[in-house]
């Protein structure tokens, strides 16, 4: 099974909102930080956001911050991104990834989902 599995994508109009689910297994989930990135046609995978191991502190790259919040549940081994206000520019594959350090590249990331596509019409 892979490490990490996504799924919540799906097709929505600008405006709206998505929440995106991020399942982990065979793994220690409660001692690696969780990013999230995006990867949109012709363009290189994007920092989206962050959260800590503890769930205590976050970070959001700047083309999203005030849209997106993530959050985690230890308990369930389980990362989420919130995505409010979407827009016609968010469409892309969102994957979920899992590092030992605290980082916004994604070579630090050991662990990664296969992607969940969210498309946002305008």
Known sequence: ???????GGGLV????S???????SGFSFRI??????RQAPGKEREFVGAITSSGG???????VKGRFTIS??????????????LKPEDTAVYYCAAARQWSTNRDD?????????????S
């Not at 990331?109 to 019409?121: A, F, L, M």
């Open 72 to 85: 985690r549940d230890n308990a369930k081994n389980t990362v989420y991104l919130q995505m409010n206000s």
């Open 1 to 7: 099974q892979a490490p990490l599995v996504e799924s």
């Open 57 to 63: 502190s976050t970070s959001f790259a700047d083309s």
């Open 18 to 24: 998505l929440r995106l689910s991020c399942a982990a």
């Open 32 to 37: 690696y930080h969780m990013g999230w990135f």
């Open 13 to 16: 109009q600008a405006g709206d």
């Open 109 to 121: 990331y050991r662990y990664w989902g296969q992607g969940t596509q969210v498309t946002v019409s």
